[in-house]
Every structure is written in structure tokens, then in C-alpha cells.
């Protein structure tokens, strides 16, 4: 019994050890950071203090605030806490309050939220890979400093990403991976929003031309990406890595009882520009007519060609939906047949 006793002790001792030592470079190394983001000028915080002991490492920043590079953006927020385990460091869970404050560019902005938690977890390994990350937001309502009425608004919001070759999926999608061969590292990326309201500017004008209501029932977007190399800490201090291929296995959104798909495989060329065909889908592809006539992005002569062409198409699909594909080629773009304009070009990082 007295063996018993005295390894007890020792062990405990040892673990005490373990964490006031871990708990001293923790905070050491968020005070360093703290004081490098100031002379960069691209953050900063009050103070930071660390508790948590015997079991946890809870890290907390006091009036913490980010700017971006070219100063058209400035986050701040009350306070932020980063919470791990002891035993399980390289997992960490983030918390942020309600109170946030967001500037862009001359627009200054208010984030009120029921909740606002985060996680993240890397791989033992020196470099620190990317394994996943979640982040959910309850309640969220983003409201201009000089108003009360929401800019934008939602019941939820959840962001998601996770190595692909470590997790079957993001937000529980049952969607299966590209058959795309991913050059460095993938990454399935997923994104839900439910109830969201859109900006008063946007929403007024939907609403009264078109008859579509302010609120969107559900968007929910679910990819795998093809990076470069896989996301460490080097690789942020750099930039992204590079975008080499794109699959989009959903894109969807319900709203006002209409419905919108979208699905497909991107590459990227050595300039940036996607190279591939995203189809799009709608069994409410009437509805989406009438709204772009409204709107005033078709006139009466168009609508009775682009009903007459769906007409065709409708009757050769079992749900009496309208597939489109949205081509991307040779740095341009076009909707079928249509003409779009030259595509979206990304930074490219050869590396």
C-alpha cells in the first residue's frame, strides 16, 4: 500500500510537472505571437492569460482585434478563448462571444449570436498538418452600427473541413469522393446555412419584383479540393496553397419552396483558370425564368425561347428537371450555349 501511495505521488507530481510546463510555453508562445501581430500591424490583444489546471489549457485573449493586410477589414471582439486538453494538445476548441464588431471597408458592423464554437485538430508531426475543423454559429445576426435592422441573419451556420483521406465526409454528406487524382493533399470542404435572411437592399428588391421571400430555407454547399500541399502552419504564413482541382459534389439551395443544384469537376490550368463543367439542375426551372424576366434579365422574346428549349429538355428528365451546364474553357465561360464572359481567375503558388 505505502508503494502504492508513493507512485500515486510521483505521478502526480510528474503530471503536475507536465502541465505548469506546458502551460508556461503555451502562454509564452501566445504572448509572442500577440507581439508580433502588433509590430506587423495586422493584430493584437489587451492580454492573455492561461488557466485550466489540473486537466485543461484554457488560453484566453482580452480584447482581441485582426486587420486585414491592405486594411479594407478589422475584426475585434470582447474576448476569445482557446480551450485543450492536456492530454490531447493537439486538438483545441475555440469560444467567441456575442459582441463582435466588423468593419469593411466604410461599413461597420455589430455580430450577435447565441453561440459561436470552434475545433481543430492537427497531426503529430512537426509541421503541423490540418486534420479538420468545425465552426457553428447559432443565431447569428450581423447588424450595422449605425441601424437596427439585420444585415443578414440565420438560425445556423456551419462551416466544415477535413482531410479527405481522414474523414468520409463533411456535415455528415453522403456524397462520394472525386474520382479526380489530387496532386498533393484534399480536402472536403462543407458549408450549411439554415433560415438565412438575406440584406435588407437585396431582399426588398427580390421580394417585390420577383416574389421571392427574404429568407433562403437552406443552402448547403459540400467539395473536395485538390491542394498543392496540405494545410500546415508555413503554409498560412505563405498563403493557401495552390488550387489544383476542384469537385463539387452539391451546391444546393431551397427557397421559397424553389429548388437549385449544382455539381461537377473543375481543374485549374497553369493560369489560374478552371478547366470543366459544372451542371446545374432545377425541377423549379419555370419559377427561375419568371424571376429572371422580372428582374430584368431576359425580355418576353427570350422567355419564350429559353421556356421552349426547357420544355424539351423537362420532358427527357423522370423529375421534369432542367440540367444546364455551366462550362468553363479556355479561360472563358458559358451557360450552355450562352455566352458568359471571361472566368474567375485564382492566385496560383507553383511550387
Same mark, same amino acid.
Given at each position: 500500500?505505502?508503494?502504492?501511495?508513493?507512485?500515486?505521488?510521483?505521478?502526480?507530481?510528474?503530471?503536475?510537472?507536465?502541465?505548469?510546463?506546458?502551460?508556461?510555453? /503555451?502562454?509564452?508562445?501566445?504572448?509572442?505571437?500577440?507581439?508580433?501581430?502588433?509590430?506587423?500591424?495586422?493584430?493584437?490583444?489587451?492580454?492573455?492569460?492561461?488557466?485550466?489546471?489540473?486537466?485543461?489549457?484554457?488560453?484566453? @485573449?482580452?480584447?482581441?482585434?485582426?486587420?486585414?493586410?491592405?486594411?479594407?477589414?478589422?475584426?475585434?471582439?470582447?474576448?476569445?478563448?482557446? @480551450?485543450?486538453?492536456?492530454?490531447?494538445?493537439?486538438?483545441? /476548441?475555440?469560444?467567441?462571444?456575442?459582441?463582435?464588431?466588423?468593419?469593411?471597408?466604410?461599413?461597420?458592423?455589430?455580430?450577435?449570436?447565441?453561440?459561436?464554437?470552434?475545433?481543430? %485538430? $492537427?497531426?503529430?508531426? +512537426?509541421?503541423?498538418?490540418?486534420?479538420?475543423?468545425?465552426?457553428?454559429?447559432?443565431?447569428? *445576426?450581423?447588424? +450595422?452600427?449605425?441601424?437596427?435592422?439585420?444585415?443578414?441573419?440565420?438560425?445556423? /451556420?456551419?462551416? !466544415?473541413?477535413?482531410?479527405?483521406?481522414?474523414?468520409?465526409?463533411?456535415?455528415?454528406?453522403?456524397?462520394?469522393?472525386?474520382?479526380?487524382?489530387?496532386?498533393?493533399?484534399?480536402?472536403?470542404?462543407?458549408?450549411?446555412?439554415?433560415?438565412?435572411?438575406? +440584406?435588407?437592399?437585396?431582399?426588398?428588391?427580390?421580394?417585390?419584383?420577383?416574389?421571392?421571400? &427574404?429568407?433562403?430555407?437552406?443552402?448547403?454547399?459540400? !467539395?473536395?479540393?485538390?491542394?498543392?500541399?496540405?494545410? &500546415? %502552419?508555413?503554409?498560412?504564413?505563405?498563403?493557401?496553397?495552390? $488550387?489544383?482541382? @476542384?469537385?463539387?459534389?452539391?451546391?444546393?439551395?431551397?427557397?421559397?419552396?424553389?429548388?437549385?443544384?449544382?455539381?461537377?469537376?473543375?481543374?485549374?490550368?497553369?493560369?489560374?483558370?478552371?478547366?470543366?463543367?459544372?451542371?446545374?439542375?432545377?425541377?423549379?426551372?419555370?419559377?427561375?425564368?419568371?424571376?429572371?424576366?422580372?428582374?430584368?434579365?431576359?425580355?418576353?422574346?427570350?422567355?419564350? *425561347?429559353?421556356?421552349?428549349?426547357?420544355?424539351?429538355?423537362?420532358?427527357?428528365?423522370?423529375?421534369?428537371? $432542367?440540367? *444546364?451546364?455551366?462550362?468553363?474553357?479556355?479561360?472563358?465561360? %458559358?451557360?450552355?450555349?450562352?455566352?458568359?464572359?471571361?472566368?474567375?481567375?485564382? +492566385?496560383?503558388?507553383?511550387?
Amino acid at each position: 500500500m505505502r508503494k502504492l501511495i508513493w507512485l500515486v505521488v510521483i505521478l502526480t507530481l510528474a503530471y503536475g510537472g507536465y502541465w505548469f510546463m506546458g502551460a508556461r510555453k /503555451i502562454e509564452a508562445g501566445a504572448q509572442a505571437m500577440v507581439s508580433q501581430a502588433r509590430s506587423e500591424g495586422w493584430g493584437d490583444a489587451k492580454s492573455v492569460s492561461l488557466a485550466g489546471f489540473p486537466s485543461r489549457f484554457d488560453l484566453t @485573449f482580452d480584447e482581441p482585434q485582426l486587420t486585414g493586410g491592405d486594411g479594407l477589414w478589422h475584426w475585434q471582439a470582447p474576448f476569445a478563448q482557446l @480551450f485543450a486538453l492536456g492530454y490531447r494538445p493537439n486538438e483545441v /476548441i475555440a469560444y467567441l462571444p456575442s459582441g463582435q464588431e466588423l468593419d469593411i471597408g466604410d461599413r461597420s458592423y455589430r455580430l450577435d449570436l447565441a453561440d459561436m464554437r470552434a475545433s481543430a %485538430r $492537427v497531426s503529430y508531426s +512537426p509541421a503541423l498538418p490540418l486534420e479538420d475543423a468545425v465552426a457553428v454559429l447559432s443565431k447569428p *445576426v450581423l447588424i +450595422p452600427k449605425t441601424g437596427s435592422t439585420p444585415e443578414v441573419s440565420a438560425d445556423q /451556420i456551419r462551416l !466544415a473541413i477535413s482531410r479527405e483521406d481522414k474523414a468520409q465526409g463533411a456535415l455528415g454528406s453522403s456524397a462520394s469522393a472525386s474520382d479526380l487524382v489530387m496532386p498533393g493533399a484534399a480536402y472536403r470542404l462543407g458549408a450549411e446555412a439554415v433560415n438565412l435572411t438575406l +440584406p435588407p437592399e437585396i431582399a426588398q428588391d427580390l421580394e417585390t419584383k420577383a416574389g421571392l421571400p &427574404t429568407t433562403l430555407a437552406r443552402l448547403h454547399f459540400d !467539395a473536395v479540393t485538390g491542394l498543392q500541399a496540405p494545410i &500546415t %502552419r508555413a503554409a498560412l504564413q505563405r498563403g493557401l496553397p495552390g $488550387v489544383m482541382t @476542384f469537385s463539387l459534389s452539391d451546391l444546393s439551395l431551397s427557397w421559397g419552396g424553389n429548388d437549385l443544384s449544382a455539381k461537377g469537376d473543375l481543374r485549374i490550368d497553369a493560369s489560374g483558370y478552371p478547366e470543366g463543367t459544372i451542371e446545374i439542375r432545377s425541377a423549379s426551372w419555370r419559377k427561375w425564368v419568371e424571376v429572371a424576366q422580372k428582374l430584368g434579365l431576359i425580355g418576353q422574346d427570350e422567355v419564350k *425561347v429559353v421556356t421552349s428549349v426547357g420544355t424539351m429538355l423537362a420532358a427527357q428528365d423522370p423529375g421534369n428537371a $432542367v440540367t *444546364v451546364p455551366l462550362i468553363f474553357q479556355n479561360g472563358m465561360m %458559358r451557360l450552355g450555349p450562352i455566352p458568359l464572359g471571361a472566368a474567375p481567375q485564382l +492566385p496560383v503558388q507553383r511550387q
